[in-house]
C-alpha cells in the first residue's frame, strides 16, 4: 500500500539552527511527494512539493529531494526563525487516484 | 481570494449527542474533501465530492457519519451519535478538479471533543 513515516517530534531548536526532517515512503507507480504546514491556529498550507525523481522542491528557505532509491523526501532549512514554528506534514499524492496519504505530523519551535 | 471558510472552528459535545460541520470551497472549485485529523496522527481522507456528486466515501464511517454538497458548493458533514473516537479536527479541503494534479487547499478544521 501507500504509506508515508516521518519523523517523531517535537523538535525544539535555536533560532539560526539547521532543520532537518527525515520522511520516507511505500507506493506504487511513480507518487508526487509533498511537504505542508500548519501553523498555529491555521489549515495545512503546501510547502513544497516534488513530481518526479530527483526533483527538488523548495520554498521560504526549505529544500527537499525525492529519492527514489532511498524512498525519501526529507525536508530541511538552513536557518530557521521563530516564525518557522509549526506542524509539518509529509504526504504522498497516488499515482493512480491522485488522493493523499499524508505522515503523523512533526511539531517544530524554534526558540529566540 | 478568500480561502476555504469552516464553521464552527471549536465544538464540545457529549457522547450520542449529534454534530454538524459547515464548510464553503474556494470559489470555483469543483472538488471538495472532508479529513479526520485525530491527534497524533496525519489526516485521512473521510469522503471526496465532485460537484454535488460522491467520488469516495470508502473510509466514511456511514453507520453515524453523513455529509452533503447539494448545490454543489459548500458542505456539510454531520455526526450522528457522536462516539468519543470521533474527538478530532475536521478538516475540510477543495481543488479546482479532481482526477488530475491539482493542489489542495486547507480551511483551518473544526476542533470537535466528545465527552
Known amino acids: 500500500g501507500n504509506s508515508v513515516t516521518q519523523m517523531e517530534g517535537p523538535v525544539t531548536l535555536s533560532e539560526e539552527a539547521f532543520l532537518t526532517i527525515n520522511c520516507t515512503y511505500t507506493a506504487t507507480g511513480y507518487p508526487s511527494l509533498f511537504w505542508y504546514v500548519q501553523y498555529p491556529g491555521e489549515g495545512l498550507q503546501l510547502l513544497l512539493k516534488a513530481t518526479k525523481a530527483d526533483d527538488k522542491g523548495s520554498n521560504k528557505g526549505f529544500e527537499a529531494t525525492y529519492r527514489k532509491e532511498t524512498t525519501s523526501f526529507h525536508l530541511e532549512k538552513g536557518s530557521v526563525q521563530v516564525s518557522d514554528s509549526a506542524v509539518y506534514f509529509c504526504a504522498l499524492e497516488r499515482s493512480n487516484d491522485y488522493k493523499l496519504s499524508f505522515g503523523a505530523g512533526t511539531t517544530v519551535t524554534v526558540r529566540a | 481570494e478568500a480561502g476555504v471558510a469552516q464553521s464552527p472552528r471549536y465544538k464540545i459535545i457529549e457522547k450520542r449527542q449529534s454534530v454538524a460541520f459547515w464548510c464553503n470551497p474556494i470559489?470555483?472549485?469543483?472538488?471538495l474533501y472532508w479529513y479526520q485529523q485525530i491527534l497524533g496522527q496525519g489526516p485521512k481522507l473521510l469522503i471526496q465530492?465532485?460537484?454535488?456528486?460522491?467520488?469516495?466515501d470508502s473510509q466514511l464511517p456511514k453507520d453515524r457519519f453523513s455529509a452533503e454538497r447539494l448545490k454543489g458548493v459548500d458542505s456539510t458533514l454531520k455526526i450522528q451519535p457522536a462516539k468519543l473516537e470521533d474527538s478530532a479536527v475536521y478538516l475540510c479541503?477543495?481543488?479546482?478538479?479532481?482526477?488530475?494534479?491539482?493542489?489542495?487547499?486547507f480551511g483551518p478544521g473544526t476542533r470537535l471533543l466528545v465527552l
Open positions: 465530492f465532485q460537484n454535488n456528486g460522491v467520488v469516495d
Open positions: 470559489s470555483g472549485h469543483a472538488t
Open positions: 479541503a477543495s481543488s479546482p478538479m479532481a482526477g488530475i494534479r491539482e493542489t489542495q487547499y
